[in-house]
């Protein structure tokens, strides 16, 4: 709707199809009804991508402050909630309603709900069979972003297309997602389900596909695993069949903190209580062998595992929550394939693909929705620039 806003307004003809009743439904159900539109201080580190930097032009021509200019211009109030992270004050719906606007202004046809059955190309045009009749035009722009959340419409097409058209994709996967565990993998978490606190969580191998990340924020523990933003960051870079390492302690000062001197005549778990949460400071405690006994009577051997517990707790989570539950899509069409500075598939003339369906995958926090908006900018400018077949 962004992409097509811009082209209309600037004179292009433009068709939008969607197969959903509703527009926009991604956006209503984003931020808890109040829609994360973007973060003040995007940048290119809070992107995915095996093309690393992929994004970064893309973002620089179109940074937050563009999007937040918008936004001001259709009065639209807005609050910061936490490290640059902009929200509605009063619902997401505005954000659609101030899309559907702007393709409005720009005399966007829009049409939906329409199924796209087949899409061909020839000499110097792309032809779409829908449930609405034929429609040829001079460019196609694939935005039909991710797989998370079939429920409101999700679907592989821009994926499937692009494997037809012999266009590569890096395989997809959840991301932002919670983190679940088995008893076989765990014990000890079902007692702990409800507990939260800040934590440090490392995820993913450095130098492999995305690389690692530490992320520094809120975990919570759930009947079924592992969520709350530091593990929804974390899942992106995680992989089947790799630990993920959780500092329980929040990066404290262990050796200060547990030096004999201060703590000697209290037992573990008390002394683990004054920093965690009771209950995660006993299960810990209990795994570690320690819980009854004084500080100044655990070993050093004893005392060095505790730390290794508490500090950095090392395990393989069983898999994640899954596309039902995952904020975003990891992977999608590769970046290899495309023109940074349009979007435009470089073995396929006229056709663009952008948003979700590319593989840039966003921190949590508005990044995936400012990509969406660089990235349709990106797009839609280099189209305009082109002189291309208004159509
Ligand atoms: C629960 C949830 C909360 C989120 N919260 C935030 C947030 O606060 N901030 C943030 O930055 N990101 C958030 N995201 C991620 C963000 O919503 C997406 O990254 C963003 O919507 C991607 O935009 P897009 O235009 O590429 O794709 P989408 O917004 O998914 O739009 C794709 C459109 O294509 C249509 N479509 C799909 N398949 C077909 C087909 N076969 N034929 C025709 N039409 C089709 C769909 O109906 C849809 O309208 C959230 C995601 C979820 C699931």
């Known amino acids: 709707m962004f992409c097509a806003g811009i082209l209309g307004q600037r004179g292009h003809r433009v068709l939008l199809l969607d197969h959903a009743e509703t527009l926009g439904e991604k956006i209503r159900i984003s931020g808890g009804g109040r829609c994360n539109f973007t973060n003040r201080d995007c940048g290119p580190e809070h992107f995915l991508s095996l093309g690393h930097g992929f994004a970064a032009s893309a973002i620089r021509r179109y940074p937050p402050s563009r999007f937040i200019e918008l936004i001001r211009r259709y009065r639209i109030a807005f609050h910061e909630k936490h490290r640059g992270q902009l929200f509605c004050d009063d619902s997401s719906k505005q954000i659609v309603d101030m899309l559907v606007a702007e393709c409005a202004a720009g005399s966007v046809t829009l049409q939906h709900p329409v199924q796209v ?11 779409l069979n829908t449930s609405s009749g034929q429609h040829i035009a001079s460019a196609l722009i694939l935005a ?61 191998v450095s130098g492999q596909r995305y690389g690692d990340a530490l992320f520094q924020e809120d975990l919570l523990i759930t009947h079924k695993g592992l969520s709350g933003p530091a593990v929804l960051q974390a899942s992106s870079y995680w992989q089947e069949g790799e630990a993920i390492e959780i500092d329980w302690s929040n990066g404290f000062a262990w050796d200060e903190r547990f030096a004999e001197g201060r703590i000697g005549g209290r037992y573990a778990e008390a002394a683990l209580a004054d920093v965690l949460p009771g209950r995660l400071a006993k299960v810990l405690a209990q795994q570690s062998s320690v819980p009854e006994r004084k500080w100044a009577e655990i070993g050093k051997r004893d005392r060095e595992r505790l730390r290794q517990w508490v500090t950095s707790w090392r395990v393989k989570p069983a898999g994640t929550l899954g596309w039902k539950k995952a904020e975003v899509m990891v992977g999608g069409i590769d970046t290899s394939a495309l023109d940074a500075n349009s979007m435009m598939v470089k073995s396929h003339p006229g056709l663009y693909c952008i948003g979700e369906c ?33 159509s």
């Open 358 to 390: 590319v593989d840039v995958t966003g921190h949590l926090g508005g990044h995936n929705f400012q990509w969406a908006w660089a990235s349709a900018y990106a797009c839609a400018t280099s189209l305009v620039g082109s002189g291309q077949k208004r």
């Open 144 to 204: 039909t972003g991710g797989l998370p959340v079939p429920a409101i419409g999700a679907t592989a097409f821009a994926l499937d297309l692009a494997r037809s058209l012999d266009i590569p994709v890096v395989a997809p996967r959840p991301g932002l997602v919670p983190l679940a565990f088995t008893s076989e993998t765990v014990s000890g978490l079902d007692e702990l389900a409800g507990v939260s606190l800040p934590v440090m969580m490392r995820a993913g």
């Open 117 to 127: 059955m087949g899409v061909e190309k020839s000499a110097q045009a792309w032809q």
